[in-house]
């Protein structure tokens, strides 16, 4: 597996789907400040309401895949679904079938977000159970603490940069501040 981070900003992702996984899925989402196109030919009331105006009430034609660099793809009959992620790939998109793992050109990791810091936990499909309970570990371990913290570090690394400090001395700035909120040993 190879861990990447997708900017929101700058990365065009649809969700195609009909139900409660997909509503899941778009809330998910959401979560990480993306604002995926919403495809479904039935949706139901509740994907309806958490889509509002990204909804298009109907599949995505093959020829409109390509706009996207991912997809996901939940509440979908198998067979239609692997149609949909055949098409993608086709097209050079990245696809994820929720609970189908040999469909997934990639596999959505379980995450905590604190701020700016982003911690995932995947295990390639094979566990998302075991995912989950790694995540509640990072919940654990990592409190809300960090989000003021990172906000901190990236404000001083500016000032650091801007007087061309190197990284070692970036890096040894962040973790004396991160040790000071006792936040890491020193």
């Not at 093959?62 to 198998?78: G, M, P, S």
């Not at 998109?93 to 040999?102: F, G, R, W």
């Not at 309970?133 to 003021?148: H, I, T």
């Not at 801007?162 to 962040?174: F, H, P, Q, R, T």
Request: some cysteine; hydrophobic content about 50%; aromatic content about 4%.
């Amino acid at each position: 597996m190879i861990p990447i981070y997708l900017d929101p900003e700058k990365t065009r992702v649809a969700l195609v789907g009909r139900g409660p996984l997909c509503v899941r899925r778009l809330e998910w989402l959401r979560k990480l400040e993306a604002k995926p196109v919403v495809f479904s030919d039935a949706p139901s009331a509740a994907l309806k309401e958490a889509a509002g105006f990204l909804l298009a009430k109907r599949l995505p034609e093959r020829e409109e895949l390509r706009a996207f660099q991912a997809i996901w793809i939940a509440d979908i009959e198998t067979e239609d679904a692997r149609e949909l992620a055949a098409s993608a790939r086709e097209e050079g998109v990245l696809v994820n079938v929720e609970d189908a793992k040999p469909l997934c050109s990639f596999h959505t990791p379980a995450i905590v977000k604190r701020g700016k810091l982003l911690l995932a936990a995947g295990t390639g499909g094979a566990s998302p159970a075991a995912a989950s309970l790694v995540r509640e570990r990072l919940e654990q371990m990592f409190g809300e603490d960090w989000e003021a913290a990172i906000d901190e570090l990236a404000a001083a690394r500016e000032v650091l940069r801007a007087g061309g400090a190197k990284m070692s001395a970036i890096s040894e700035d962040a973790r004396a501040r991160l040790a000071r909120r006792a936040l890491v040993r020193a």
